[in-house]
């Protein structure tokens, strides 16, 4: 099995940062992707932003220039700094990712909790 695990959310105001982070541990062979998602209240989830492991990234047209992803091979951990926050921001994120599991040899999609972030003033 495989745990991802989301830490970093909070209250902060329009204009200000957040970094969020997500750990994934277990019988973790590879990750290929990893990402983070959003869901709004009365939205559909929707997505941030991706990162290969590799290195090449993908970013929703609403948080370019503003999100970076980055991510951390050695340790299974993805990143995500938020910069210039607005309160359309405001969601649960969740952290998933692509895991070439060792036990059983098989590919898939892991989630993690989520944690919310909120935008106010």
């Known amino acids: 099995q495989v745990q991802l695990v989301e830490s970093g959310g909070g209250l902060v105001q329009p204009g200000g940062s957040l970094r969020l982070s997500c750990a994934a541990s277990?019988?973790?062979?590879?990750?290929?992707?990893m990402g983070w998602y959003r869901q709004a209240p009365g939205k559909q989830r929707e997505l941030v932003a991706t990162?290969?492991?590799?290195?090449?990234?993908n970013y929703a047209d609403s948080v370019k220039g503003r999100f970076t992803i980055s991510r951390d091979n050695a340790k299974n951990t993805v990143y995500l700094q938020m910069d210039s926050l607005k309160p359309e921001d405001t969601a649960v994120y969740y952290c998933a990712s692509r895991v070439l599991t060792m036990t059983p040899p098989r590919q898939s999609m892991y989630w993690g909790r989520g944690t919310q972030v909120t935008v106010s003033s």
């Open positions: 990162i290969t492991n590799g290195g090449i990234t």
């Open positions: 277990g019988s973790i062979f590879s990750i290929h992707t």
